[in-house]
């Protein structure tokens, strides 16, 4: 099954457009786990099992377990996600990008050590920094696009005064993964929550790409402008699939002992929102 059908299932199975965030930060942890580093698997783990049936997709970002010297706990948890939620797919935000000899290595890390159905790129290298993990077939591969963050703007909102209409840098992107570097289809694109209107345009310029859209909860994005944006659909089937993350909002929605029962209530909450958006 390639990564976009277990995309497709998993958002059909659990009524879902919801991907949660698997940003472990051990300072923010309940009492008994706190500032343990070596439980970063067991809290995540947790937040897996209470919101297995809720979730589209699962995104652990690398970062989180890297600074902590816990990759091997990353490898457990990917692990527990196939036991625990095996329709769910996984998404590993590592956001690399280099030369192609070293992106090999990073799609191996990505890919074979750590499981991942998917993982999102920096396309900013070319794309022969991209084409590596084309190699792997079936397996998905997001490009940053327009980011969630205020500074996004300073390179992606530039015009390319070079190429034919002169769009703007984050348009071009869009353009070259929807059509040129789609190889086998397995491109899609990171677009950030907290800009709707860019989300509308980027869905404009690449209708049938998965869109990856951070920014929900903690960053203040707007769950109904999203999902209006994004989604397209056609009746009942999706034609433009959205991936909508939300990290801290839901790890942390509780620091008591409560926390895994308060992530499934703020999962729950946003899941519905966006699944009301979709309908309304
Ligand atoms: O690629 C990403 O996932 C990403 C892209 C982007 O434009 N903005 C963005 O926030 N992210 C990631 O999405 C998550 C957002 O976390 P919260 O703000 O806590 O929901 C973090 O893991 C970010 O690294």
New binding site residues.
Partial sequence: MTFIDQLQAATRDNASLLCV?L?PDPAKFPAHLKNDASRIHDFCAAIVDATADLVCAF?P?IAYFAAHRAEDQLERLVAHMRRAAPGVPVIL?A?RGDIGATAEQYAIEAFERFGADAV?LSPFMGFDSVEPYLRRHGKGA?L?CR???PG?DDLQAQRLSSVAGQPLLYEHVARLAQGPWNLNGQLGL?V?ATYPAEIARVRELAPTLPL?I??V???GGDATATVRAGLRLQGDAITGPIVV?????ILYASAGDDFAAAARQAALKTRDQLHAARIG
């Fill in positions: 965030g940003d995104k970002q935000d956001k999102t997001f940053l980011t969630s963050n996004g990171v950030g990856l951070p920014g909860g903690a960053q993350n939300s990290s801290r909002a």
